[in-house]
DNA sequence: GCCAACGTTGGC
DNA sequence: GCCAACGTTGGC
């Protein structure tokens, strides 16, 4: 027996895992991921080496996305999406003409990756990220931390879950669907 | 528009 | 390996 796959880093079969995806809705919004076609897009131009290693050595398809929008009025979680792909090279730093080319990766032994990200459905209402500061559960989000610029990050999937029942709760504190 | 926080780059 | 300079992110 010995060593766990815990211990090792890997995922236990059927663990859940959850992230968080931020994109600015001027740039792509959650509404675009919903038109897009099969309502999914490759996640490319990250080029963050933490981002990148979450997508690359961690996610797996069929993993809960919180799609969260950064620099908005108000910033804040919008809608569930779910990783629709095994990662990938991004092709985009292969690209000449595109703003996230990267001239110094190597074709052979790509630098950066990506997954595809598949809409699910929108949040019945914004959560803001003032909204998360101020819960007690989920002021613990990397999100709601000072300072944090990772485009992907994990999400604890008990916060994701807290962040669901509120958003299906109004803002008043009553049942949405009531 | 401002600015704090942070990652990257490059000189040494 | 250190660290100052610089560019970017993102809340406000």
């Known amino acids: ?6 211990a090792r880093g890997e995922r236990e079969a059927g663990e859940r895992r959850c992230w968080l995806v931020k994109s600015e809705p001027t740039t792509f919004s959650f509404d675009a991921l919903l038109a897009a076609d099969e ?3 490759p996640w490319d131009g990250v080029r ?23 620099n908005a009025t108000p910033p804040g979680a919008v809608g569930l999406a779910e990783v629709a792909s095994p990662p990938r090279p991004d092709p985009t730093q292969f690209d000449e003409g595109s703003r ?6 190597d074709p052979a032994d790509p630098r950066w990756f990506l997954v595809d990200v598949r809409a699910v459905r929108a949040l019945p ?3 803001t ?25 994990p999400v604890a999937c008990a916060h994701l879950d807290v962040l669901v029942a509120l958003a299906e709760r109004g803002d008043d504190g009553r049942d949405a669907a009531a």
């Open 48 to 70: 963050n080496y933490q981002a990148r290693n979450f997508m690359r050595d961690e996610m797996r398809v069929g993993d809960a996305v919180i799609f969260y929008h950064s």
């Open 129 to 153: 990220l003032q909204e998360i500061k101020a819960h007690p559960e989920l002021n613990e989000m990397l999100v709601a931390r000072r300072g944090n610029r990772l485009s992907v990050m």
């Open 125 to 127: 209402r914004m959560v």
């Open 100 to 105: 996230y080319a990267d001239p110094t990766s």
């Open 39 to 41: 309502r999914t897009t």
């Open 1 to 6: 027996m010995g060593v766990t796959a815990e």
